[in-house]
C-alpha cells in the first residue's frame, strides 16, 4: 500500500515552454500533497503544499506564477512549470500524506520527474 | 544555522558492519521523526517512523530519539551493498505536515 506515482518520470523540453508533471496517489486517498525540488547531491526543498479543492500554499521564495499546482481531486496533483528555462532543471519530487487519522501517518513519495529545460 | 544538520559523508563501510547514522536538530518543537532512503534518481523512501523520544526496531534496522540532545540515529545492522544509498532524515512539528529534511547522509557499503 500506500504507492505514489509521478509522470512523466523525466522530460526534456525546450526553454519556454511549460511542463506538466502529475502526482498520483494509487491506493490512498490524500487532501494534502507537497511538492519538491531535489537539486543533484542535495536534499529536498520543500516547494509547495497542495490542498484538494483549494490554493496552494507556497513556500517563501517559490513562484507561484511559475509553477502552478491543481489539486483537483483526492489521488491527483499537477505541478506545471510554466516558461521553463534552463535553471528550472532540476528533479521534481511529490509526496502524498494520508488521511487515516491514525499516529504514524506521514508523507510517502513518488518516484520523481526528471526536468531538463535546453 | 540549518534547523536540521546531517553529516553528508559519504560512509564507506564494509559489508555486515553497523552502521550509524546521525541527525541533530535545534527546533525542540519537532515531534514526529522519519528516515527515508534515497537511492539514486529515486523518490525518497519510508524506512522508520518515530513519535517522540525512545528507540524502534524494524528488522536491520533501529530508530533512536532522544529529545532531550536534539539527537537523532539510525542504526543498520549486518549492512549489505543493497543499503548503498542517500538516508535522509526528517522531522515535523505535528503528524503528516510539513516535513524538515536533513541534507542526506551518503552511505556505500562495500562487498
Known amino acids: 500500500g500506500a504507492v505514489v506515482s509521478q509522470h512523466p518520470s523525466w522530460v526534456i523540453c525546450k526553454s519556454g515552454t511549460s511542463v506538466k508533471i502529475e502526482c498520483r496517489s494509487l491506493d490512498f486517498q490524500a487532501t494534502t500533497m507537497f511538492w519538491y525540488r531535489q537539486f543533484p547531491k542535495q536534499s529536498l526543498m520543500l516547494m509547495a503544499t497542495s490542498n484538494e479543492g483549494s490554493k496552494a500554499t507556497y513556500e517563501q521564495g517559490v513562484e507561484k506564477d511559475k509553477f502552478l499546482i491543481n489539486h483537483a481531486s483526492l489521488t491527483l496533483s499537477t505541478l506545471t512549470v510554466t516558461s521553463a528555462h534552463p535553471e528550472d532543471s532540476s528533479f521534481y519530487i511529490c509526496s502524498a500524506r494520508i488521511d487515516s487519522g491514525r499516529a504514524g501517518d506521514t508523507q510517502y513519495f513518488g518516484p520523481g520527474t526528471r526536468l531538463l529545460v535546453l | 544555522q540549518k534547523e536540521v544538520e546531517q553529516d553528508p559523508g559519504p560512509l564507506s563501510v564494509p559489508e555486515g558492519a553497523i552502521v550509524s547514522l546521525n541527525c541533530t536538530y535545534s527546533n525542540s518543537a519537532f ?81
Not at chain 2, 44 to 50: A, F, K, V
Not at chain 2, 96 to 106: A, K, Y
Open chain 2, 31 to 111: 515531534q514526529y521523526f522519519m528516515w527515508y532512503r534515497q537511492y539514486s534518481r529515486k523518490g525518497p523512501e519510508l524506512l522508520m517512523y518515530t513519535y517522540s523520544s525512545g528507540n524502534k526496531e524494524d528488522g536491520r534496522f533501529t530508530a533512536q530519539v532522544d529529545k532531550s540532545s536534539k539527537y537523532i540515529s539510525l542504526f543498520i545492522r549486518d549492512s549489505q551493498p543493497s543499503d548503498s544509498a542517500t538516508y535522509l532524515c526528517a522531522m515535523s512539528q505535528s503528524r503528516g505536515n510539513m516535513l524538515t529534511f536533513g541534507g542526506g547522509t551518503r552511505l556505500m557499503v562495500k562487498p
